[in-house]
């Protein structure tokens, strides 16, 4: 039987090891509810709000990795972005991490000041919208890009997901959960790297990627700029083409739903052509980078949907993602995606 674990308690002990000096006066749940990640809202004795994000999948040491490199992001993004990216409390220098061990659970928790949020993206963007959003993450990508070499060590890759994948379809439960699709995501994970080689990704820079840009994680100011950025569940140090797929979902015909799949569609959409334009006129893409499009799309199906879908979404969404990933996703990678319809829309 599973134990009850008291998040909340969980979440005062690490402010008392942050700093008992200044005592709690109320600890209230804000999470999404969608994911094994929890969000609290700290209110002090003296009215300062501190925000706490809680977690227990994964590894610890990815947690601290992750959270570290993006603190040191936002320390270091120069205008217009200093204030972009929100960012950890540190403790004598350094990130603060509180570690949970106990009740069969291993939890995680960080703290950040709230930042502030502007206005959120429209559900459906207009063509002027999206010609801005191209050229923020543009110049976003170019500010990140232009930091890397002042970023922490990083040392998760896309092997490392692949590799944790290929070890859960060796258990037991793996073989349960993914029955009747163990070989084709062993196919999958095959064609991602032999393509990932052929492409040569590993000549291209890496930098810090959030993946995820649905528009409840960012928000926009008056003239549609970036204004601010949360939510790093999915962040990763890898190619900047890893956060286009999210932004063909912003800009697409259909607009933002509660119900929702992960078709390849959008990336064909004349919309996000429009989008892809404007980022390349900020900060031009390569050819490799256009054909490393689709494979960011598979990588992100793999891990995202196929080894953390349970994770990431409740139970029902994931059930269904994970099924139409091998009826729909991964059949349509071949005959929805042209490359050479992207690349002319650039020329």
């Not at 004598?92 to 949020?117: C, K, M, S």
């Not at 944790?164 to 959960?177: M, N, P, S, Y």
Request: aromatic share 16%; proline share 3%; glycine share 2%.
């Amino acid at each position: 039987m599973q134990r009850f674990i008291d998040f909340i308690e969980i979440v005062k002990d690490a402010w008392r090891e942050y700093d008992a000096s200044r005592p709690i006066a109320t600890v209230e749940d804000i999470s999404a509810k969608v994911s094994t990640n929890f969000v609290f809202r700290i209110r002090l004795k003296d009215e300062t709000c501190i925000i706490a994000k809680l977690s227990y999948f994964g590894k610890f040491e990815h947690f601290v990795e992750d959270h570290t490199i993006v603190n040191a992001l936002a320390t270091n993004l120069p205008a217009p972005f200093e204030n972009f990216v929100a960012k950890s409390l540190t403790k004598y220098g350094q990130l603060f991490v509180h570690r949970y061990t106990g009740n069969d659970v291993d939890a995680w928790v960080v703290f950040y000041n709230p930042i502030r949020v502007n206005q959120r993206p429209a559900k459906k963007q207009s063509e002027e919208q999206i010609r801005i959003l191209g050229r923020e993450l543009a110049q976003f990508h170019r500010a990140c890009t232009n930091t890397r070499n002042a970023l922490p060590p990083n040392h998760k890759q896309i092997k490392n997901d692949l590799d944790i994948l290929r070890d859960i379809l060796k258990t037991d439960v793996g073989q349960w959960e993914h029955r009747g699709n163990v070989k084709e995501i062993h196919r999958q994970c095959d064609l991602l790297e032999e393509n990932f080689t052929l492409i040569g990704v590993d000549e291209l820079p890496s930098i810090p990627v959030f993946v995820d840009w649905n528009i409840g994680n960012f928000s926009v100011d008056q003239d549609y700029q970036f204004f601010s950025r949360w939510d790093y569940d999915w962040f990763r140090m890898s190619t900047r083409v890893m956060d286009f797929y999210f932004f063909s979902r912003v800009c697409s015909s259909i607009g933002d739903r509660t119900i929702f799949s992960y078709l390849i569609d959008p990336l064909m959409e004349d919309r996000f052509t429009i989008f892809l334009k404007s980022y390349h006129a900020e900060f031009p893409l390569t050819e490799e980078e256009i054909k490393l499009i689709k494979e960011c799309y598979r990588f992100f199906i793999i891990n995202y949907v196929v080894k953390d879908g349970r994770y990431f979404f409740n139970e029902v969404y994931a059930s269904r993602l994970q099924q139409e990933a091998f009826s729909l996703y991964f059949p349509q990678l071949d005959t929805n995606f042209r490359e050479d319809h992207l690349w002319d829309a650039l020329a």
